[in-house]
């Protein structure tokens, strides 16, 4: 049988002849190794490489990091020139003091602000300045072989040996087989063989550092030459991927108008449904536009829909459904019958049910009754359910019931007044209203094909029915697949270095003094856990019955158990005792 000790770890005293472990642990990670602070002497040169040890360190890294985190936070929470340039004026003006003090700080465009892009750049610098060295030492240790054993395997933390009738060179090249078998990279070095294996725990840890890299690029690539833009269309209406044909637009600093994807598309027809009982009434279970689409100048037009979440894709461009509102035909003829305004006008949905407000602006055509020329503004609200008792909003979002309330003013609408305005808002300072008969401001419900008449021959407003609209998002972000690729090798890379652990088994086998072969074997683990033991245990209870004197021997079977489970149990020692040698007993050896 084989017994043995703990065994006694390296110690800075130990002899010079004593192979330390300092050969047998080398190299089991490419991480930079930080000594004692070592101040270059005064020079520019000598700075420069503090500085640049400094940059590339660990440390830096992580403090890097957790400031690109931190400085997203106001990004967040700040409204932003780049996606809402109106709610920053708002601030502003409702916060004049803070607004400025966010404006010098560059709080309102955050991700292209100067500090921020500063340790964007530096956490770039680090992450590079630290991977290229580690990358070619990673290749220089997958080129050597692993290190031989030292000279005291009993330093090690996991440890176990045992005595066997087999020759040297047989358990040698036993140990040797195995090793390989075990996907070690294995080799003879000397009396002992040296196995290693685990080194996808160093290709996944840069991965995931080179991944952070191609992360941090496709994300600045993205952010400089990225477009965004909405159109809302109306059923019958089309698109063409211009920038005067959107209704709002952003891009990146670096981003070209030439570089839209040329497409076009009309809306066909938009479907909606909505549960309609339960506590989910009301909820939409389909939204989905029918759109007719071309790609290039003259390519061939082809019909799909798009639903929320399953954009169409044309080259970098995707095209997705974001919102959905109704669009009653208008009809608007002067005091003597002529029509002066025909079309669909858009509703903006102020609730779950659509209940919609909107703005009908007819500017050029229209005289009074005295033959003036105005121009009318008509201030519309559209139930598309409507209840009786509940005139001010609609109770479901479907067309069950539509009812359009309108309330005509004629005058000046201000458009000519070089001042923007939008389209779903009035401007009633140069107005006034048309008053009914009981002198009160004319206002009217009306259903699908009624009209409403305007007092004193002013013309009449009817509503002819509705039509639906889909608000449209054309989005490109080059390198938004290198994000998603980089993520996943992320997430990857850090799994493979947090769950494998690189080790190293050493088996060394020589005759001793009483012609015996003796047996050694022993691990090493890039940090303490208990796979390395149990590793080994496993692989010596296997060599001990491959390599043993006389397999009948009872005596030897009990070796290679205990030998197992010797390597597999025993902790790794916390109090060297420089004097503290295991003491191996010999197993019985048969009678001849």
Request: overall charge neutral; some cysteine; hydrophobic content about 40%.
């Amino acid at each position: 049988m084989s017994k043995t000790t703990p065994a006694t770890p390296a110690t800075a005293d130990a002899p010079v002849g004593d192979q330390d472990l300092g050969a047998a642990g080398s190299q089991l990670s490419t991480a930079p190794v930080e000594g004692p602070p070592n101040l270059p002497a005064l020079g520019a040169i000598g700075w420069a490489r503090w500085f640049w040890r400094q940059l590339t360190s660990m440390r830096v890294a992580l403090l890097l990091l957790l400031l690109v985190a931190l400085g997203a936070i106001p990004g967040s929470l700040i409204p932003q020139t780049g996606t809402d340039a109106t709610k920053v004026a708002d601030f502003v003006k409702n916060n004049p003091t803070l607004g400025d003090v966010y404006d010098k700080l560059g709080l309102f465009h955050v991700y292209s602000s100067v500090w921020f892009s500063a340790i964007y750049i530096l956490l770039f610098v680090s992450l590079i300045g630290c991977i290229v060295p580690r990358t070619w030492q990673f290749v220089g240790q997958l080129r050597s072989r692993p290190p031989g054993a030292p000279k005291r395997l009993t330093r090690l933390p996991a440890y176990t040996t045992w005595r066997t009738e087999a020759e040297p060179e047989q358990v040698r090249e036993a140990a040797l087989t195995l090793l390989k078998k075990k996907r070690f990279r294995a080799h003879l070095a000397g009396d002992n063989v040296a196995g290693e294996k685990g080194y996808l725990r160093e290709i996944g840890n840069l991965a995931f550092h080179i991944a952070l890299i191609v992360m941090l690029t496709a994300f600045a690539w993205g952010q400089l030459f990225k477009s965004e833009g909405n159109k809302l269309v109306v059923e019958g209406d089309g698109f063409s991927n211009t920038l005067t044909q959107y209704d709002d637009f952003k891009s990146g600093n670096l981003f070209d108008t030439g570089d839209l994807v040329p497409l076009s598309f009309t809306l066909n027809k938009f479907t909606g449904t909505y549960e309609t009982t339960g506590p989910n009434k009301g909820t939409p279970r389909l939204y989905q536009a029918a759109i007719t689409y071309s790609e290039g100048a003259y390519g061939k037009d082809r019909k799909t829909l798009v639903k929320v979440n399953e954009p169409l894709e044309i080259g970098d461009a995707k095209v997705y459904l974001t919102a959905h509102g109704y669009a009653p035909m208008i009809t608007v003829r002067d005091g003597k019958g002529n029509v002066v305004f025909h079309d669909a006008v858009a509703m903006l949905p102020l609730d779950s049910n659509v209940t919609s407000t909107g703005v009908i602006k007819v500017l050029d055509g229209y005289k009074n009754a005295k033959g003036v020329s105005e121009q009318l503004g008509i201030s519309a609200f559209f139930l598309p359910t409507y209840t009786t008792g509940s005139e001010t909003a609609s109770t479901f979002p479907a067309l069950n019931n539509p009812v359009l309330n309108l309330a005509p003013y004629h005058g000046d609408l201000g458009v000519d007044s070089g001042i923007p305005q939008s389209v779903y808002q009035l401007d009633k300072s140069h107005v006034k209203e048309f008053k009914d008969s009981k002198g009160e401001q004319l206002r009217e419900n009306l259903k699908p094909g009624e009209t409403m008449k305007l007092p004193n021959g002013a013309g009449s407003v009817t509503y002819d029915g509705t039509k639906q609209w889909a608000n449209f998002q054309v989005v490109q972000q080059p390198a938004s697949g290198w994000a998603l690729a980089g993520a996943l090798t992320a997430i990857f890379g850090l799994a493979a270095s947090l769950f494998i652990q690189r080790r190293r088994v050493w088996v060394r086998a020589v005759r001793g003094a009483d012609g015996v072969t003796v047996v050694e074997m022993a691990g090493l683990g890039r940090s303490e856990s208990a796979k390395v033991p149990e590793e080994l245990g496993q692989l010596a209870g296997v060599l001990y019955d491959q390599t043993q004197g006389d397999p009948a021997n009872p005596g030897a079977r009990g070796g290679a158990e205990s030998a197992a489970t010797a390597a597999r149990a025993r902790p790794a020692p916390t109090d060297p005792q420089p004097n503290d040698d295991p003491q191996v007993i010999p197993a019985e050896r048969p009678e001849k």
